[in-house]
């Protein structure tokens, strides 16, 4: 009785020390992943401003060109009127 009692003491120590091991792990494992979470959040947060200032450029270099665009068009059109004139 006492070596089975004695037997099982050493299986539940073992348990719980592999118990002990994954719980270390999975602790590790945890903070890994949110080490790794925060600086993909951070990235992207650093990107998304990069993106936005890229896009607000863009916007403004789109208005440049439609105003030239426009420019040029009454220029067209007015010079076309004058030489449909003379002929």
């Known amino acids: 009785m006492q070596k089975e009692r004695a037997v099982l003491d050493e299986k539940l120590s073992h ?3 592999k118990r002990e091991d994954v719980k270390n792990k999975l602790e ?6 949110k080490e790794q979470l925060t600086n993909v959040t951070n990235q992207m947060g ?11 450029k ?3 270099l789109l208005q440049d060109i439609e ?5 040029i068009q ?3 059109e007015r010079d076309k009127a004058l030489w449909d004139g003379k002929f």
């Open 15 to 17: 348990a719980d020390s």
């Open 28 to 33: 590790q494992e945890t903070e890994i992943l």
């Open 46 to 56: 650093k990107d998304r401003e990069i993106f936005m200032s890229e896009n607000e």
């Open 58 to 60: 863009l916007k403004v």
């Open 67 to 71: 105003k030239d665009h426009s420019e």
């Open 74 to 76: 009454s220029s067209y």
